[in-house]
């Protein structure tokens, strides 16, 4: 089954061209770890990380497990972590929530469990914030992507991952509580989605 109407209907309108040069050079190294599982066969672990799981790594996580399906990319398996656990930002699931997406809480503590659906037949997301070894996400065989500046700093090696992968944003929370917040989230998550495109945009299979 395709993807939700309103979040192809955003993937369609993603404009690689706007990736500049040398940002593309940054993705590179990904792009190469993905093709290099699609040549031999073998399953595509992405581990989104962020100091606390609870902004960039999430949108990263959720934009790669859909545009992956979007390009009918098989054996992707997305996660995300952080170098402490915080909880989800609400905005963040707002934001993608805005994008089509179907977001239902599963537990509602100070650290929430959502279901983050792209289509209705695909398994869900399950959007919560962890530490970058917790029990959910992998023990190896997996590509470290390291979404923001200061995880990249403080994590120069992470246990079990074959690649470690800094592509990393500036972080939407500089907005928080300002009447730019709901605009530069939503500015974020669409670079992050766009960038992605292009990464699965260059798998040949």
């Known amino acids: 089954m395709s993807l939700f109407k309103k979040i192809e209907s955003i993937i369609t309108t993603l404009n690689i061209e706007t990736i500049p040069e040398e940002r593309k050079e940054i993705l ?87 279901s983050i659906k792209y289509s ?15 029990d959910f996400n992998p023990k190896s065989e997996f590509a470290a992507i390291m979404t923001c500046s200061q995880a990249d700093g403080g994590c120069p090696f992470i246990v079990g991952a074959e690649k470690r992968i800094p592509i990393t944003y500036e972080d939407p929370k500089l907005f928080d509580n300002t009447p730019q917040q709901a605009e530069k989230y939503n500015e974020r998550s669409l670079q992050i989605a766009t960038e992605i495109f292009y990464i699965f945009s260059q798998i040949q299979s």
């Open 120 to 134: 209705g037949n695909e398994s869900p997301v399950i959007g919560f914030s962890k530490k970058l070894d917790d």
């Open 28 to 114: 590179k190294p990904l792009i190469e770890f993905v093709q290099e599982k699609v040549d031999s066969n073998q399953e595509i672990r992405l581990n989104f990380i962020c100091t606390h799981n609870s902004r960039r790594s999430h949108l990263s996580q959720v934009w790669a497990q859909t545009i992956a399906h979007y390009f009918k990319i098989k054996n992707v398996f997305c996660y995300s972590g952080g170098t402490e656990s915080t909880a989800l930002f609400p905005m963040v699931a707002e934001t993608l929530r805005n994008t089509g997406f179907e977001i239902n809480t599963i537990a509602e503590t100070n650290n929430p469990i959502y």
